[in-house]
């Protein structure tokens, strides 16, 4: 097992666990929660074909530590660096090519149900509670929540959310898009696991990597394009084929 800051890294079958581990609450102890380096080159080691990122203990993270975000606001321009790097991290997460999955149990808040956003897919325990509690001290958030969260709950859910401050339970957070799997109170891990395994396990990397390319670029080029970039990587993986 290998840390960086408040996170611990670990490889099981081909399958990056990425834990929070700053017990009790995991609270983030700045935005720049992990090294951006170590955690590409963990990310990027030839075997590992999915990421599960959970949280050590009851919680995922409460979020940030107010005590050193006010320590960090005296000096405007590190915060803005460390604000800068903690938003880095969550664009590599969302931007990686191989699938990852939120493993979400307790409290998911501010700074860690932005954690959550970046991933792929977000699986939860009936003992999951979410919430942007940042207005409540006259902040916004602050690591893209104010730009993920509409794209998966709605313009309006997320309003009512983010102004509002209110904690929104599991069953809410599944009807309003904001979870994509709801489970007992104690088996988020091992339905990610369960799922991350039937995903990945026997396929090749090229081809996992290929699948999350195409999606991402249906979010974000045009349809014309997209197609694209599919139709090569299609042609690409069909004349490994003719080695078989």
């Given at each position: 097992m290998e840390r960086s800051k408040v996170t611990s890294w670990e490889i099981k079958d081909s399958i990056g666990i990425l834990t929070i581990d700053n017990p009790p609450q995991n609270r983030l102890a700045e935005p720049d929660f992990l090294d951006p380096?170590?955690?590409?080159?963990?990310?990027?080691?030839?075997?590992?074909?999915?990421i599960i990122i959970t949280g050590k203990g009851k919680h995922f993270s409460a979020g940030a530590d107010l005590a050193g975000l006010k320590t960090l606001s005296h000096d405007r321009r590190l915060l803005l660096s460390k604000m800068s790097n903690g938003k880095k991290i969550l664009n590599y997460i969302d931007d990686i090519e191989i699938p990852t999955i939120a493993s979400i149990q307790g409290a998911c808040f501010g700074g860690g149900l932005e954690i959550a956003l970046a991933c792929h897919i977000r699986v939860c325990g009936r003992n999951s509670i979410f919430a942007f509690p940042e207005i409540n001290h006259g902040l916004i958030p602050g690591l893209a929540g104010t730009v993920r969260l509409p794209d998966k709950v709605g313009f309006s859910n997320a309003m009512q959310m983010i102004l509002s401050g209110d904690i929104v339970s599991a069953e809410r957070a599944l009807g309003m898009r904001l979870v994509d799997h709801l489970v007992g109170s104690?088996?988020?891990?091992?339905?990610?696991?369960?799922?991350?395994k039937k995903m990945?396990?026997?396929r090749s990397k090229e081809v996992?990597?290929?699948?999350?390319?195409a999606l991402n670029n249906a979010r974000r080029l045009s349809a014309r394009e997209a197609m694209k970039e599919e139709t090569k990587m299609f042609c690409m993986l069909a004349a490994n084929l003719s080695g078989k």
């Open positions: 380096a170590k955690f590409k080159l963990w990310a990027a080691q030839e075997h590992v074909k999915g104690r088996q988020a891990f091992d339905f990610s696991l369960t799922l991350m990945v396990a026997g996992i990597k290929s699948v999350v390319r």
